[in-house]
Each structure stands twice: as C-alpha cells, then as structure tokens.
C-alpha cells in the first residue's frame, strides 16, 4: 500500500509503520527515529510533555460535560504524539479518539482494548479499501461518501457529519434522508463560534437537537473544547476535545482550569557579551545599550519558533527569565542572558509557551503554536 503524505513526513510514516508491522514500539518522531539511525546519544531540542498535565484537562473537561469525553488526536496528538496521546488517556477512560485521515489511523498500530478511532475525512474514494480492512470507523461527511458506503460496507457501523452551519464537512439538514439505511454509531456536527458568544452556537445545537430527533444514531455529539465550555445543553452524549487536553484555553471559563502540557526546551550553545553599541542576529535589528550578556540558543523558525515572536518572545532557566533580542533565525534565537549569570554552554532553557500568552504575544493560533512544533524537537513525556 503506498503511504499518502500526511502534515508528518512520509518518512516517518514509513518508518513507524515498519516498526509497527516488526511489533516493535514505533519512535515518536522524525528526531527519535534520526537519533536512533544516527547513534547520536542525544536530541539537541526537546519538547517536554507533561502527562500528569494532560490527565487533569481530560478530567476537567469530562466533569465540566458531564458525559463521554473523547479525544481528537489528530495531526499526531496536535504534535505532542498520537499514539502516546491515546495511551495515557485511555487509561484514564477516554474510549473515543478522533484523527482526519486513515494513514493517522493505521500509524497508530494496535489500539488499546476497548478503545475506538474515527476518522473525520470519511471514506473517500480511494479509502474503501483500507478502511475494510481497518478497526477505525469512517466519519461519512458527503452523500458520495454516505452511497460508498452502503454499498462498500452495508450494515457495518460508522459515524456521520451533519453539518448545521459550519459549511465546512458534513451533510446538509435536508439531506439526512439518505441515511436510512446506515447503522450509525455516533451522529455529530461541528460549532463554528465556540470561541466566542456567538448567537450561532445556540442556533446550531437547536439545528442539531432537531436532526437528533429524525436521526436515528447510537449517540449524539457536538462539542469540541470550547464547545464543553458554553455548558451541558451543548454536550449531548460524547464530546470531543482537542486544544483543551494539550493546554489550550478555548474560553474564559476555562482560564486556570487547564494546564500546560507542551513545553518546548532548547540547549545553549554559546555564551557571548555584545558590547555596548552592538547589534545582533539578522537586519542587526537590536543594538545593546550597555554592555550585555547574551546566550545564543539552537532553535528557530525551521522548528516552529517562528519570526513572529520577535520583540516578544523569551525563554527561563531555573526561574530567571532571558528575553529574546534581535529576530528569529532558521535554528538559533539570541537572548538577553543579563539575569542568568551562571548559565553556560550545554544548560537546557524552556521556551515561553504557555498557550494562551505565546498566542497573544506571537499573533499565532494556540493550534498553531502546537502543530507547528517540528520533528526535530524530541517528544519526552515525564
Ligand atoms: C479538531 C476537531 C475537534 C477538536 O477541536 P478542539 O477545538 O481542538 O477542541 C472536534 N471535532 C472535530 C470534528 C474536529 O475536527
């Protein structure tokens, strides 16, 4: 079977699916895979995941929907790891997992027991035949993907897209007539504006409650994160977080509540003092006014730290906060290392990257802060 490219490499897809087919624990990522096949000991970026961090979102996102709270583990966990992802929260309960595509699918190897992944791209035409042969349900989102179907498959479950106002994926109300037929498990649609007080959230879960009535299905589900967060009427059956399980903060209501679980970290490679008069880095856009300390670090744009957080950026070691001077380059920052005076070649320091802040210093999505994180940095989970 050819391997489509995903938003991961094709390399890596390759790889963990060889691994998967040796029965041997997939590497996490590209920078895993590279330090294993280079015998290099250690990664020089890392992105330190909290797992304990993860639990607890996951758990307040459930006691806040009251319901079934599943998992959307799409674009590799958001970027912090799938399959890891999936283990840690399955064993808190979480039996319901969301990825796009059926390469995200099948990159996840045996699922845990009990455990169920729907894909949200649906079965498109050249999907029927993995998707028979998978464990992963198809989210069917189009009448061409409802008719493939129930000629492909007929009797077996799947869940089904409505979509009440999004224009995005799904069928049109009047269209859910040509679901007769279909053994659906969970029937779902999708908020537009839970991110903010929208009058189309209310307008589309009064869609959805309607086609709920006239729909037969197994369950209903509608909220994604900020959707849990508009309060229980939104909830239904089973909901679907993604940015709130990795530290996002969909709405306010969430504020304090969710905790950070990425945390980007990088090593210092040179200490250096730019002399009063100085610039630094690219355009020689910052010029020190004293004499000051600075330590150059091994990361950059090519990493996902990108050009935006210039002028805003910064990152801490042991408490003391290094502000980024000067722009962004492909693989290295400058920072003012006035208020660490012993920190040296060699010492780790951690990005700031707590969501909602990075997001509102770099002009960048949370979502984007997380995907947008490369393989190079080194998934640990602690
Ligand atoms: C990505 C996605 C989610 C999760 O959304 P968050 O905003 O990250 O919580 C839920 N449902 C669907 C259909 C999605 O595509």
């Avoid at 996102?61 to 709270?69: C, E, F, P």
């Avoid at 009058?199 to 086609?211: G, H, L, P, W, Y």
Wanted: charged share 20%.
């Amino acid at each position: 079977m050819p391997i489509a490219s995903t938003n991961r490499s094709t390399l890596q897809s390759s790889i963990s699916t060889a691994a998967i087919g040796r029965g041997r624990k997939p590497p996490s990522t590209k920078a895993e895979t590279l330090v294993r096949a280079t015998g290099v000991t250690h990664a020089a970026l890392r992105l330190r995941l909290d797992s304990s961090a993860l639990k607890q979102n996951w758990h307040w996102l459930q006691k806040m929907s009251g319901t079934a709270t599943g998992a959307a583990i799409k674009a590799d966990g958001y970027g912090l790891g799938a399959r890891e992802v999936m283990n840690w929260l399955a064993a808190e309960g979480c039996r319901n997992f969301f990825v796009s595509t059926w390469v995200e699918a099948e990159a996840l190897g045996n699922i845990p027991d009990g455990t169920v992944v729907s894909v949200l791209h649906g079965a498109g035409p050249d999907d029927i035949g993995t998707a028979l042969a998978s464990s992963a349900r198809p989210v069917l989102n189009t009448p061409q993907q409802v008719a493939r179907w129930k000629e492909a498959a007929p009797g077996r479950p799947c869940d089904v897209m409505i979509d009440t106002g999004i224009n995005r994926l799904g069928l049109r109300t009047d269209e859910v007539h040509l679901l007769d037929g279909l053994k659906i498990e969970t029937l779902m649609s999708h908020l537009a504006c839970a991110d903010e007080d929208s009058e189309m959230n209310a307008v589309q879960r009064d869609r959805f409650t309607a086609v709920a009535a006239t729909v037969g299905a197994r369950r209903y589900s509608l909220a994604n994160s900020a959707g849990i967060c508009l309060g229980r009427d939104y909830a239904f059956d089973l909901v679907r977080p993604g940015l709130a399980l990795y530290g996002g903060t969909p709405r306010e209501e969430a504020d304090g509540k969710i905790r950070q679980v990425a945390f980007p970290e990088a090593e210092i490679i040179q200490r250096r003092t730019i002399k009063a008069g100085e610039a630094c880095g690219y355009g020689a856009t910052w010029t020190a006014q004293a004499d000051t300390e600075a330590a150059v670090v091994n990361i950059g744009y090519a990493d996902g730290y990108l050009r935006c957080f210039a002028g805003r950026g910064a990152a801490s070691i042991d408490g003391l906060s290094l502000p980024l001077i000067g722009r962004v380059s492909m693989d290295l920052l400058i920072m003012d290392a006035s208020a660490a005076p012993d920190a040296r070649e060699g010492d780790w320091v951690t990005l700031d990257y707590e969501l909602p802040s990075a997001a509102e210093a770099s002009g960048l999505s949370q979502y984007e802060l997380l995907t947008g994180l490369s393989e190079r940095l080194e998934r640990r989970w602690v």
